[in-house]
């Protein structure tokens, strides 16, 4: 998949067509998931499933923003063990699936959720894994109007409007920073422009869907690491909050690696030595 054109292109639907998603291409996503979905913790135990039309139904009051579910012909369930950025993980591996969607023209839109046991007991999934993702997919429909909005509180966001909402999205300059949090000198040096694959790659890691298009998080560029670094947000949970970091980092290292090779994070870093404000919390490291 050419990852960097696919993050570029890919949206969020949240109206689908009346049409089921073929056989073929439900056990296409299924191959995917098994043979070739990226994995942030390899070793972690986790399970897909797929559900359909019914799963709407189901799902009515156990998932959705505020209470409000986005109806799609097929719904996909990713299970996974507790462990150390199990939620990460969940997030790193969701996204992969909805850039797969995406490559295979079916629309997708992530679905909300706060009580694993609640959305296991509504669809009835007998498994001691936890829910940790869901996705909305099926054919998109194209919408006559786009809506855009700015997201400053809860109150002012219109979740029963039938549209798609773009809210603008951090741009480097909001999210990669040069050895110390907020100092952008020196970053357009170091990561080049356009056609430079680290531009390239932070360029992508600016797309990464979250929580009301939050995106409580950036990077850091210090000493030829470059981290990872969760900023705190009051909208945004811990379900939430892991999945976006995984999301963010899906997308990085996706787009880099498309030159660089495989990437390799590191868990945790040094707060200290990069003098993050309080609050916030040093993530992920790599070395390109």
């Known amino acids: ?24 291409a439900l056990a296409e996503i299924e191959t995917y998931y098994q043979k070739s979905c990226q994995r942030l913790v390899p070793d972690l135990e986790t399970k897909l499933c797929v559900f359909g039309e019914e799963a709407k139904e189901a799902l009515e009051g156990a998932a959705g923003y505020e209470s409000f579910l986005v109806g799609a012909p097929n719904y ?3 299970l996974s063990a507790k462990g150390d950025q199990a939620g990460e ?3 790193f591996m969701m996204e992969d699936m909805v850039l797969k969607l995406t490559d295979m023209e079916l ?11 609640k959305v296991k007991a509504a669809l009835k999934i007998d498994s001691p894994l936890d829910v940790a993702a869901i996705v909305a997919f099926g054919q998109g429909l194209k919408t006559t109007k786009r809506l855009r909005v700015n997201i ?69 560029i210090h000493e030829g690491q470059i ?22 980092l899906l997308h990085f290292s996706s787009t880099a690696s498309q030159w660089a090779g495989k990437i390799k994070w590191s868990f945790g870093a040094d707060a200290a030595k990069l003098q993050l404000p309080e609050g916030y919390e040093a993530v992920a490291s790599c070395k390109l």
């Open 107 to 117: 629309g997708c839109c992530w679905i909300t959720f706060t009580d694993s046991e």
């Open 227 to 248: 981290t990872l670094v969760k900023a705190p947000d009051s909208y945004t949970d811990e379900i939430d909050a892991k999945l976006g970091l995984g999301i963010v």
């Open 1 to 24: 998949m050419n990852y960097s054109a696919l993050i570029q292109n890919r949206k969020s639907v949240r109206e689908f067509a009346d049409k089921k998603v073929s056989a073929a």
């Open 76 to 78: 996909l369930v990713l």
């Open 152 to 220: 400053l509180s809860m109150s002012n966001v219109d979740i029963a409007a039938q549209r798609q909402y773009f809210a603008p999205k951090h741009g480097l300059h909001d999210m990669v920073f040069m050895d110390t949090w907020g100092n952008t000198q020196g970053v357009d040096e170091y990561i080049g422009f356009y056609d430079d694959m680290l531009w390239e790659a932070l360029y992508a890691a600016t797309l990464s869907p979250s929580y009301l298009n939050r995106q409580p998080y950036g990077f850091i």
């Open 89 to 91: 993980n969940a997030g």
